[in-house]
């Protein structure tokens, strides 16, 4: 297993944390409820972060957002994503643009499909996510009337693209 760990935010009740990412912190959230990592930082945050990125034909089909109704928007694939020594190359990003959320980046608890998550706020406050694998590859769910349109996104070991009509 490897495993890495962050601080908490502990003036915040929501899973908030700092993450470097070629260079630059950001202000990351871990939300249980996210189906993909969305940017809501500026667009040149994002631009800067993530330098080679390569935004998709596709629209991805996003909801949430206290309480907005579906939208589609667009979704890149990012090269330099790590946590610690974890690599996840081409790691999908859905754009929000300057979104106040009080974090640049939400990341999904699709990121730990094959991964043990703990929070931990007894004493240190911390996240801490455990890794069968030192590389992991973003998949996505099309939908079934519209081919041009992502539903769904998770993460695995395997680094064959897969694409899954629902229905």
Not at 90 to 119: E, Y
Request: charge should be positive.
């Amino acid at each position: 297993m490897y495993q890495v760990s962050y601080d908490l935010d502990n003036k915040n009740k929501k899973p908030k944390f700092n993450l470097d990412i070629n260079g630059i912190r950001l202000i990351c959230l871990y939300d249980t409820g996210a189906i993909t990592a969305v940017w809501c930082g500026s667009k040149e945050l994002f631009e800067e972060t993530f330098p080679k990125r390569e935004l998709q034909q596709s629209k991805f089909s996003i909801g949430g957002f206290g309480g907005r109704k579906r939208i589609l928007t667009d979704i890149f694939r990012v090269d330099g994503f790590r946590m610690g020594e974890i690599e996840f190359p081409k790691f999908p990003v859905v754009t929000q643009f300057d979104r106040n959320f009080g974090c640049s980046l939400i990341l999904g608890s699709t990121l730990a499909t094959h991964a043990n998550v703990h929070i931990i706020r007894i004493r240190r406050q911390i996240i801490s996510f455990e890794f069968e694998s030192l590389k992991y590859y973003s998949h996505f769910n099309v939908n079934k009337g519209d081919s041009k349109i992502i539903e769904d996104s998770y993460v695995l070991s395997s680094e064959e693209e897969i694409f899954l009509k629902k229905g």
